[in-house]
């Protein structure tokens, strides 16, 4: 089978289409984990048990357990409790929970790179523990987790091909449909692909771009 140029261009206005769900799911999705991400980091080095342990397990069951397993669970099982969820925002709470929980793991090592004598001149200075966080801590290690973070942005786009389980319209979905009608996987399936491909490469440019710029902080 050769590759029909003129049908690719004129099946692209539908994978464009797929694509900006797919960037819309990233975007999204990406946003909640490094807000989550956070939330899990502090958490788990809080002081009382009762928030540290029950979100340690959270956490490592999610990154123990396949990203299909938990879209799964969010579009098909949740329905059955009485919470039901469309096919992108199951797609959204999904990736952002999953990458939520290794955005985590890049703010602790970000906040236990932040020297020692930093904690200690803010336990002599007696600020309020916030102030520590917010005035200190945080400062010094969300700069310092920057380039990690960014190419789990990275990471989580190239993982939207599957929501397809979910029959989340992206690119590959678009693909699947169109395959499905004209029998000519060719064009769709490469299409698809190179947009993938455009799209990472341009992230992994401002992810190059991102760490250049905090490069200086990192190691500061």
Known sequence: M?????????IMPQLL???LTALIATVVGYA???????????ARRSPRKWISVPVGFLVEFI????????????????????LALSPLAA??????????????EVYRAGIEGVPAGQWDAAVALHLPRRRVWTGVILPQAVPRSIPALTNYSIALFK?????VAITVAEPFTVGRGIIAETFRPFEPITMAGLLYLAVALVLSYLGRIVERR?????TA
């Open 91 to 104: 797609g959204i709470v999904g990736l952002g929970l999953h990458y939520a929980t290794y955005t985590s």
């Open 63 to 82: 990154r123990g357990t396949p990203l299909l397993i938990q879209l799964f669970f969010l579009f098909f099982v949740l329905p059955q409790l009485g």
């Open 2 to 10: 050769n590759f029909d140029w003129n049908y690719a261009l004129e």
């Open 214 to 218: 905090y490069k200086g902080m990192a």
């Open 159 to 163: 993982d939207v091909p599957q929501l």
């Open 32 to 42: 909640a984990a490094l807000v989550l991400g956070l939330v899990f980091a502090l």
């Open 17 to 19: 289409d797929g694509l």
